[in-house]
């Protein structure tokens, strides 16, 4: 059983930062590519960043220059340091993992996804 798992959400203040990390197991750790994407209320879920297996990283237009996805192969865990928070950051944040190498941003070119963590920037 694929498992991710999210924390280091919370409540900040607009222009802190938060680090969200996703902890998984070494096989899906190695997967084509570990994304992240978030769902404010009544909104889709959308594309935040991504990093290939090769170290690659991509971002979306919302958040480059404010956001950084790493890896930690030792920990098996993705990142996603959040810096110059604004309040329409404020969002659920899932990790997800790309086991077959789809191409695009869609929710769908993942195949295995975590709980959430809730990130709440206020103004």
């Known amino acids: 059983q694929v498992q991710l798992v999210e924390i280091g959400g919370g409540l900040v203040q607009a222009g802190g930062s938060l680090r969200l990390s996703c902890a998984t197991s070494?096989?899906?750790?190695?997967?084509?590519?570990m994304g992240w994407f978030r769902q404010a209320p009544g909104k889709e879920r959308e594309f935040v960043a991504h990093?290939?297996?090769?170290?690659?990283?991509y971002y979306s237009d919302s958040v480059k220059g404010r956001f950084t996805i790493s890896g930690d192969s030792a920990k098996n865990t993705v990142y996603l340091q959040m810096n110059s928070l604004k309040p329409e950051d404020t969002a659920v944040y899932y990790c997800?993992?790309?086991?077959?190498?789809?191409?695009?941003?869609?929710?769908?070119?993942?195949?295995?996804w975590g709980q959430g963590t809730q990130v709440t920037v206020s103004s």
């Open positions: 997800a993992a790309d086991s077959v190498l789809r191409l695009g941003t869609t929710p769908t070119s993942y195949d295995y």
């Open positions: 070494r096989r899906t750790f190695s997967s084509y590519r």
């Open positions: 990093i290939m297996r090769s170290g690659s990283t």
